[in-house]
Nanobody, 115 residues
């Protein structure tokens, strides 16, 4: 399975970006799917996940980021609004099957928030 992340770029503070993660085949069933990020000098952190249709967010992005998925298109999204410089990071999508433990990661997409 391949996960292809896209949608990153350079945006000014307060701006928006929408990340997409397209899976090469159907893998969202029985899985936790989400986005993590790693900023310069920072530890990786999981920013948003969906499992059994329930979404969770790390505190720093609550109210600003929205995770969603389209099972028919095998695509995961992350809508990021009101972006802040501290959101600057490489964002990775992932899929973790909670039945057999299989995990897949996308290649990462760079998000830079700067004026």
């Amino acid at each position: 399975v391949q996960l292809q992340a896209s949608g990153g770029g350079l945006v000014q503070p307060g701006g928006s970006l929408r990340l997409s993660c397209a899976a090469s085949r159907s893998v969202f069933s029985n899985a936790e799917v989400g986005w993590s990020r790693q900023g310069p000098g920072n530890q990786p952190e999981v920013v948003a996940t969906i499992m059994t249709e329930k979404s969770k967010y790390t505190d720093s992005v609550k109210g600003r980021f929205t995770i969603s998925k389209d099972n028919a298109k095998n695509t995961l999204y992350l809508q990021m609004d009101a972006l802040k410089p501290e959101d600057t990071a490489v964002y990775y999508c992932f899929v973790r099957n909670y039945v057999d433990g299989t995990a897949y990661w996308g290649q990462g997409t760079q998000v830079t928030v700067s004026s």
